[in-house]
């Protein structure tokens, strides 16, 4: 019998890591992702002074900073 303990336990940590990925604001809220000028970015809402923007070299770059903007957002921008 061939022991599967570690195969397993990298098969978890891989659904741990796909779940993590698939609860990330810019997955679970889709922002529009575009070129802007020598940047890309990628936006929550109407335009950038009332929705959520993250931008980066990357689009994954953009989705990143997405992420981290969304975490530090505030009511009333303070």
Known sequence: MTDTSHRDYLVGQQQVITEAERQRPFMLLRPRIY???????????????????????????????FDKNWGEQTVGGR
């Open 35 to 65: 070129p802007d000028g020598n940047k890309w970015c990628a936006l929550y809402g109407e335009d950038l002074q009332c929705g959520v923007a993250g931008l980066g070299d990357t689009p994954e770059e953009a989705a990143r900073d």
